[in-house]
């Protein structure tokens, strides 16, 4: 019974992680996988990042009330060091929904100094920019409405 | 080799082994797992805080135990460049006293809040000798929340010790003067000097002090203080010496009488009194400083009355027990039975019973009285005295497994003796002349009898030599076994007047580590880089001014004049643990600012002359910290450059 039970799990894991990887051609995933063990991560966390977000969000069509909640904590939170498009303390961030996935972006802002040591991307702009980004005091919720913000700007 | 080689070789190897054995300054290890006990690996936290006051430094010096490791300087009475309290315009009015403003104060005895007779980690409580005042310091902050001044008091060393449940701090005064008072001739003494002991209320949640009431006592010198527990919880003693009197040469006229006097309060009888109105309302007038970390700023308020109590007129609030010789400390034991005093001029250490002292009273056992306080008969209160327990015993800390350790001023060392037979155990030297001892808990109802820390006024030739003026010290020493072992011995800030300790676990996980921007509520306080700005009211210049790794805004000022008050309000927008910023501006008259995340601190600049003065970040605070600087440009008074910024 137990080794069934066991058997229809490693499938499904299989499975998934199989769907993941869909999109991407067979060579980019073999690299992506050297990459990761390189980096010692999973393939889900070099695509979304290190942090507390561990599993795809579902995100829908972007919701301007929401947006506007994550402009509010971004010219609090964030404005010091991002500006939308020139480079500051911190990188320009209109268009960064589409070079991360929502997922990464939001373990950035939730888990910046893990990110910066253990994640390759965010390593590189550690080095670039020479400046620890830190952790805001931002809730999950916070970093939602934050997203929801990028993506609105980005989009436009 | 040759044999005289050889010979001249064996004799300096044996010249040397001597020399070596024959070190006379006590430095051989205490035993020869000390090292060991005292370590604590790179990373690893210790077991204890212990918190030392500075003494003549006027603040508390936060140490790790066992390794000895300083943490942190915490400012209370005296100014602080290094982090600019009482230099910047939000700290400033915590110095504020009845005399103006007070750079500096000798502090002496810190005291940790208590719940039920235990350290209960929320406030620590330190006491100002000179410019009698008492201070609380918050312990999620490790900084000085509140400070109070005591009216109608001098020298307020007997102070701030608090009762079982921290419902009172008690206070005393060491000095007694005219109260209220008045230009009278010094003769005068007896006829016109008078003592108080005061009862600071501590509010519950908030910890904000009151001075609730005042008991004027004969003019002694009243000196040292300790509140019962258990079964003596409603009742403070507090010892006294110059019992004769005297105004001059007291080291010879203040040690005359055979006996002087622990003075016993019993503070809800006190309170009985108060309710039916036999306080007496004085005028005066004493300052109350509380700092908000809200508005990150702190307040001063005048207060005008005090209520006194005169025990004439009140039987039943004090008693004096007699106890030898110009006694010093005054210590509870754990049990709440036994009231242990350090005659400093006594050949013994006497022990009085708390349950003596109350059928004594109820029997009237009363040998006179000194302005209606009866004095109980020494015969009938005594439990027991303590044979041969050193020179110039001072003060007494418990273990909690029945033993008690006295410091010997003269003799420098530490004596452990047994609560009930009286014996002397052990003894052990310290370097040199230890005033205060301390154990985590010591003066509490569940000490932690694992290490003993004294606390000594004399280093002499234990150090590296840094000329005529040395370091005081601190010395551990390991009790947990039947014989007291030396382990550790490291410098302190000021003189380690007396320390606290408490398990680490107590404190660790309350630990603030920033303040939210969005509570900021300081006049001058900015929640976004976008709102920051300059304007000018007059010749007044506000500069409402952000840090963030790693740069200011604005960075570059104009348009400011000769003759123009310039104030820079920084807020430091990081929302992060342990990354303040700092600022200071060329040539400014005061110290840096050094700002926590989340918090506004504000310095005052008078530029006297034309030019451009840079301003940068004193608190290295990441790669690019050399480039976080900018530039305010000053030009003449006439000058109609406008004001403009970046």
Redesign the interface.
């Known amino acids: 019974m137990h080794k069934y039970i066991i058997y229809i799990v490693f499938t499904l894991i299989a499975l998934t992680s199989c769907n993941n990887n869909d999109s991407e051609t067979n060579s980019n995933s073999s690299a992506n996988e050297k990459l990761a063990e390189k980096f010692g991560l999973t393939l889900f966390e070099l695509e979304n990042g290190v942090g507390p977000i561990k599993s795809k969000l579902q995100i829908g069509e972007i919701n301007n009330s929401l947006a506007e909640q994550g402009r509010k904590l971004f010219?609090?939170?964030c404005?010091?060091?991002h500006k939308l498009d020139e480079r500051y303390?911190g990188p320009a961030l209109r268009g960064v929904t589409e070079r991360r996935t929502p997922e990464y972006i939001m373990n950035m802002i939730l888990n910046p100094e893990e990110m910066t040591k253990r994640h390759p991307e965010a390593k590189k702009l550690l080095a670039i920019h020479?400046?620890?980004m830190?952790?805001?005091?931002v809730t999950q919720e916070n970093a939602r409405a934050l997203l929801e913000f990028l993506r609105m700007e980005s989009s436009h | 080799m040759s044999n005289t080689k050889k010979i001249i070789l064996a004799i300096s190897f044996l010249f040397i082994t001597l020399l070596s054995s024959c070190s006379s300054n006590g430095n051989k290890p205490g035993t020869s797992d000390a090292a060991e006990k005292v370590y604590v690996a790179p990373g690893q936290y210790d077991e204890f805080y212990s918190f030392m006051s500075g003494g003549f430094s006027g603040q508390v010096t936060v140490y790790g135990l066992p390794s000895g490791r300083l943490f942190k300087i915490i400012p209370v009475f005296s100014q602080h460049p290094e982090n600019s309290y009482g230099y910047n315009e939000e700290t400033k009015p915590m110095l504020q006293t009845s005399y103006g403003f007070v750079p500096w104060d000798d502090a002496h005895h810190p005291e940790l809040s208590q719940t039920n007779g235990e350290t209960d980690g929320r406030w620590l409580f330190i006491n100002a000798n000179n410019t009698p005042r008492v201070a609380r310091i918050d312990l999620t902050t490790f900084e000085t929340e509140e400070i109070i001044e005591i009216p109608n008091s001098a020298g307020n060393h007997g102070s701030p010790f608090v009762t079982m449940n921290t419902e009172y701090v008690v206070a005393s005064t060491r000095f007694s003067v005219p109260i209220p008072q008045k230009d009278v001739p010094i003769s005068s003494y007896k006829e016109n000097f008078k003592g108080t002991l005061s009862f600071i209320k501590v509010d519950k949640e908030s910890g904000n002090m009151n001075i609730e009431f005042q008991i004027l006592v004969p003019g002694f010198n009243y000196d040292l203080a300790h509140a019962g527990k258990g079964p003596s919880h409603g009742w403070a003693f507090f010892t006294s010496y110059n019992s004769e009197q005297a105004n001059e040469l007291l080291e010879i006229n203040a040690s005359q009488n055979d006996k002087d006097f622990i003075a016993a309060v019993n503070w809800k009888k006190a309170e009985e009194y108060l309710k039916e109105g036999k306080g007496k309302v004085y005028n005066t007038e004493y300052y109350r400083n509380h700092y908000s970390n809200s508005t990150h700023s702190a307040t001063s308020e005048k207060i005008n009355k005090i209520v006194v109590i005169d025990p004439s007129e009140c039987p039943g609030i004090i008693y004096y027990l007699p106890t030898p010789k110009s006694p010093h400390g005054v210590d509870v034991d754990p049990s709440g039975e036994y009231i242990v005093a350090g005659g400093k001029l006594a050949t013994i250490i006497p022990v009085h019973s708390f349950t003596k002292m109350i059928k004594a009273i109820e029997g009237k056992e009363f040998i006179s009285e000194i302005s209606g306080i009866p004095v109980l008969k020494y015969e009938s209160i005594i439990a027991g005295e303590v044979q041969d327990p050193g020179l110039g015993p001072l003060h007494t800390e418990f273990d909690g497994n029945g033993f008690a350790y006295t410091s010997a001023f003269i003799s420098s060392e530490v004596v452990k003796w047994k609560l009930g037979t009286w014996e002397v155990v052990d003894r052990v030297p310290s370097y040199y002349s230890i005033g205060h001892l301390m154990i985590p808990g010591g003066d509490s109802k569940s000490p932690s009898g694992k290490y003993l820390v004294s606390l000594n006024k004399i280093t002499k030739d234990r150090y590296l030599p840094t000329g005529p003026e040395l370091c005081q010290s601190a010395q551990l020493f390991d009790i947990s076994g039947d014989k007291m072992k030396l382990l550790l011995d490291f410098p302190t800030i000021g003189e380690p007047h007396y320390a606290q300790g408490i398990p680490a676990e107590k404190l660790i996980n309350n630990q603030r580590r920033?303040f939210?921007?969005?509570n900021n509520e300081h006049e001058y306080g900015l929640?976004?880089?976008?709102d920051a700005k300059v304007e000018r009211n007059g010749n007044e210049v506000h500069i409402y001014m952000?840090t963030?790794?790693?740069?200011f805004?604005p960075d570059n000022i104009e348009g400011v004049k000769v003759g123009d008050k310039v104030f820079f309000h920084i807020t430091n927008?990081?929302?992060?643990w342990d990354?303040p910023h700092g600022f200071a501006v060329k040539g400014m008259n005061t110290a840096e600012l050094l700002v926590m995340p989340g918090q506004t601190r504000t310095a005052i600049w008078n530029p006297q002359n034309e030019g451009v003065f840079p301003f940068y970040c004193t608190d290295f605070c990441?790669?690019?910290h050399q480039e976080m600087q900018g530039y305010i440009r000053i030009s003449a008074k006439n000058s109609d450059i406008k004001l403009s910024y970046n």
């Open positions: 010219d609090e939170k404005a010091q060091c303390t020479a400046n620890q830190t952790f805001q005091n | 920033i939210e921007l969005g929640r976004s880089e976008k952000t963030t790794r790693t740069h805004k927008l990081e929302q992060d990354i990441s790669a690019l």
